[in-house]
């Protein structure tokens, strides 16, 4: 890549510096400031310069605004002329009532001469890497960037010790974790538990026979009438005996 970059950039200064000798040879400014000036120079047909002194100059537009010009330190109010370092319409106006040349006043940095010093500066060719000098060090490997891991990249900046997490990644405290509190379902239509409406036995049962009575109420209150005996109960009642 170095030495890609480094031809490139000896064609360029081979290509502008012919392009300075050849195509604008006798010229004092460039192509490109030159087609502005020609394009401001259209602008200052609508500008009339009232003259002060030699150097100083109050110019009116068509539209009634006015600027005060000053061609000595070639500046403008319009701060235009400033800037670029070209003059702006209002100055070419004050020119041409001086007949001065206007390329006289442009900056420096926009002429052939100033472009040409610009890319006077070499580059010196070399040879191949098969004839550079060896020397007695290890050649740089390439970096190692290691496998490629699977699954998308993440996109969050690595945060230092010191640094609390960001919403996402924050830890929950474990004193703000309630336990899940245990839940029994109820059926709403035998309001018995262990089951819902929708899986309910006796609702069915009650839908084939509507005159019958639940299986498991009439079970339930004979239990209670004739409770099953237990062992407890059993040795209870033969102490009393």
Request: net charge positive.
């Given at each position: 890549?170095?030495?890609?970059?480094?031809?490139?950039?000896?064609?360029?200064?081979?290509?502008?510096?012919?392009?300075?000798?050849?195509?604008?040879?006798?010229?004092?400014?460039?192509?490109?400031?030159?087609?502005?000036?020609?394009?401001?120079?259209g602008k200052a047909c609508d500008c009339i310069a009232l003259k002060s002194t030699s150097e100083l100059y109050e110019v009116e537009t068509f539209d009634g605004r006015r600027y005060s010009m000053d061609l000595k330190n070639m500046s403008c109010s319009c701060r235009e002329w400033d800037l670029s370092g070209i003059p702006c319409c209002h100055g070419l106006?004050?020119?041409?009532?001086?007949?001065?040349?206007?390329?006289?006043?442009?900056?420096?940095?926009?002429?052939?001469?100033?472009?040409?010093?610009?890319?006077?500066?070499?580059?010196?060719?070399?040879?191949?890497?098969?004839?550079?000098?060896?020397?007695?060090?290890?050649?740089?490997?390439?970096?190692?960037?290691?496998?490629?891991?699977?699954?998308?990249?993440?996109?969050?900046?690595?945060?230092?010790?010191?640094?609390?997490?960001?919403?996402?990644?924050?830890?929950?405290?474990?004193?703000?974790?309630?336990?899940?509190?245990?839940?029994?379902?109820?059926?709403?239509?035998?309001?018995?538990?262990?089951?819902?409406?929708?899986?309910?036995?006796?609702?069915?049962?009650?839908?084939?026979?509507?005159?019958?009575?639940?299986?498991?109420?009439?079970?339930?209150?004979?239990?209670?009438?004739?409770?099953?005996?237990?062992?407890?109960?059993?040795?209870?009642?033969?102490?009393?005996?």
């Open positions: 890549m170095l030495e890609w970059i480094r031809m490139s950039l000896m064609k360029r200064l081979h290509v502008n510096r012919d392009k300075c000798e050849r195509l604008w040879e006798g010229k004092k400014l460039c192509p490109t400031v030159r087609e502005e000036l020609n394009r401001r120079m106006s004050a020119i041409g009532v001086e007949k001065l040349d206007m390329v006289d006043l442009v900056h420096s940095c926009y002429t052939i001469e100033t472009y040409n010093k610009v890319y006077i500066s070499t580059l010196q060719p070399m040879v191949g890497v098969d004839r550079w000098e060896k020397t007695g060090y290890i050649p740089p490997l390439p970096p190692n960037f290691g496998k490629k891991k699977k699954g998308r990249p993440s996109r969050a900046r690595r945060r230092g010790v010191d640094e609390e997490p960001s919403g996402r990644t924050k830890k929950k405290n474990k004193t703000e974790i309630l336990p899940k509190q245990p839940f029994k379902v109820s059926c709403s239509s035998c309001k018995h538990a262990g089951h819902n409406e929708r899986t309910c036995e006796w609702k069915k049962f009650a839908e084939e026979f509507p005159d019958e009575t639940p299986p498991e109420k009439e079970q339930n209150s004979q239990d209670v009438e004739n409770p099953p005996l237990t062992v407890s109960k059993i040795v209870s009642d033969f102490l009393v005996d």
